[in-house]
């Protein structure tokens, strides 16, 4: 939505909003905010409002949060009197200038240079989650809330109205779901979501995280993203389903005739470097426990009309030409995967690829956090600061997984099921 600060500033006083959250998203994926009150609001669109970021960059004493001032949006769930609303936010320096690790400026900048040479992108989601009860105390258990299965209905759903409750609260927020439903594993579900620019698909699914996990709360339950927190139902998985145009043409196609040469060396450019970019969209040791489970991928592939290949092609009647990446997950930061699912692509294109061959994804995080470490091409699209921080993060994961052999299920336990 557009508005001028003037707008924003008669809205929150004619709607009694009273508390405003300015947030952002760190190097790791997680939702970040410093809430202020609507007297700050012009100072914060004029100047920015500083915060410590040292806990977060590790680099900088301060930064300054400047409103996006299109992601305007009321917070269903909170009270009616004293509305709570949120921005998105970009980062930057004291002095005013872009900071060089705002995650979202980068993939913002991706798209202005990709719209130059012609291309528009849009990317849709489809995530999924586990809903848990909760025991005496309020704590989350690993009980899911049902034992329902694929597409079921009320009773044997049971979190139906849960899932109800979160897709309105989504579009009322102007978040753009699509579907819910079901899905295979006991208390298990999806919410899909419309296709959109790529930086709003990004902040929408940050912050559709923090929905269902309101949402479930309210419900009594507990919401995870944990890619498979439980060992004998299937994991959960984030499929990127992305659409390319040049020249207001699409690059893809529903199957072997209507595929564009681009469209296949854009499919090639990913695969081609998919086990170099692992680590990114699947950055936890709980991740490698899904693939090769179920539907869900492990070899690097593509295919039209199969349901469990790495990059799938929908040819259905009325879907709109995209790819579906299938192997990532809810750990992983949009912005990043986003950035790197592009650059991949249109790496494809410029140097117009074929499909190097058939390999496997890889088998641990420890093994995705080697292939991204020898990476001039992960290099080449992230930024010192953030690779460095992330590569470090996940370096001293692998060290602490590896000393906690007797106990790795309490180690995901502390580090994933309660935060992701």
Known sequence: ???????????????????????????FGNLKNAAIMPGELPRAFEYGIPFDASGITGEYSDLLLVPDISTLSVLPWRPKSGRVVRFFCNIKNPDGTDYSGDLRKQLHNKILSLN???YSCEIATKCEFYLFNLDDDGEPTRIPHDHGGY????PIDKCENTRREICLSLEEMGLNPKSSCHKHGWGQNEIDFRRSEPVNAADNMVHYKTVVKSIASQNGLYASFMPRPLENQPGSSLNICLGVRKNGE???GSDEKSMTSEGKYFIAGILNRIPEMT?????????????????????????????????RVPNAAGVSPRIEVRSADAGCNPYIAFNLLLSAGFEGIKNKEAFSGKSELPESLEKAYELAVRSDFIKSVLDEKTLKTFLLNLENVCREYSQNTERQYDFETEKYFKFI
């Open 1 to 27: 939505m557009n508005f001028s600060p003037i707008e924003v500033l008669n809205f929150v006083k004619e709607n009694d909003v009273k508390f405003i959250r300015l947030t952002f998203c760190d190097v």
């Open 116 to 118: 130059t040479e012609g």
């Open 151 to 154: 597409l079921d209905v009320a």
């Open 250 to 252: 699409d690059i893809f």
């Open 279 to 311: 680590a990114f969209l699947n950055p936890t040791t709980n991740s490698y426990k899904r693939f090769g489970v179920g539907y869900a991928p492990k070899s690097v592939n593509w295919s039209f009309d199969n349901n469990s290949p790495l990059i």
